[in-house]
């Protein structure tokens, strides 16, 4: 949903000239730009504190990387970037659809081709990560965008290589607890088998309209996550394990 830009905003970044807001969060503040050739795109930049660090700038680059390797076809193809600047910065092109979780709360559940067709088109594209030793670690709903071309699979920013421990601390879940596999939210290496989890899960929403292990406090669902069974209510029969 577009935003007005405000004062705190910059005009341009690089050569890009600043049209609106599409969101912004705990990391940084993505925006709707142009290219001084007249093109749109999505233009996704970091919070200044947290370009001040080498940590952080690393996840960034590897954000990029990520996205670059998934490609236009299952994500938003990267028309620019500069991982070294000042305020690091990406730039995507812009694709127009709603988050997963916003088709449903307005439609309501997908019919079951939809969602069959769904689940085919986002596992090519997380094999298209993984076949680079890629894993996303963060696959939800509002991280799948439905578009005229098929879903689109977005936002890596915790994304990275498989058996690279280096940016998470031991213990640590990274991710969206709703969405986790056991073994993220035990906070132990999230394999590309984790990513399938999380595959799942969303596939169970778009089909029911509800999480596999409900909503409530981050606590709560990791526990729910490790220990509890999925709540596979109202998967059409031939999909439900009960």
Same mark, same amino acid.
């Given at each position: ?31 709707? &730009? $142009?290219?001084? *050739?007249? =093109?749109?795109? %999505? ?6 504190? #947290? /370009?001040?660090? +080498? ?11 990520? &996205? $670059?390797?998934? *490609?236009? =076809?299952?994500? %938003? ?6 991982? #070294? /600047?000042?305020? +690091? ?28 067709? #769904? ?124």
């Amino acid at each position: 949903m577009l935003s007005p830009l405000t004062h705190d905003d910059p005009a341009a970044i690089a050569t890009y000239r600043l049209l609106a807001r599409l969101g912004s969060g705990g990391m940084g503040t993505v925006y709707l &730009a $142009r290219s001084p *050739g007249g =093109r749109t795109v %999505a233009l996704k930049t970091v919070h200044a504190r #947290l /370009a001040a660090d +080498p940590a952080f700038r690393t996840r960034f680059r590897l954000e990029t990387d990520a &996205a $670059r390797i998934i *490609g236009a =076809r299952h994500g %938003a193809a990267v028309v620019d970037a500069d991982p #070294l /600047a000042e305020t +690091p910065w990406l730039a995507t092109e812009y694709v127009l659809g709603p988050p997963l979780d916003d088709a449903v709360a307005l439609a309501g559940p997908l019919p079951e081709p939809t969602v069959r067709a #769904l689940g085919a088109a986002l596992a090519g594209g997380l094999a298209q990560l993984h076949s680079s030793d890629v894993v996303h670690r963060d696959l939800k709903p509002s991280n799948v965008l439905v578009t005229a071309y098929g879903p689109k699979i977005i936002d890596f920013g915790i994304a990275r290589a498989a058996g690279d421990d280096h940016l998470t601390r031991t213990g640590a879940a990274a991710g969206t607890p709703a969405f986790m596999s056991p073994e993220q939210a035990g906070g132990q290496e999230h394999t590309p088998a984790g990513d399938v989890f999380a595959l799942a899960g969303v596939l169970v929403f778009a089909a029911t309209g509800h999480g596999p292990f409900g909503t409530g406090a981050p606590a709560d669902l990791l526990y729910r996550v490790r220990y509890a069974d999925p709540d596979l209510t109202g998967l059409p029969r031939p999909w439900s394990l009960s």
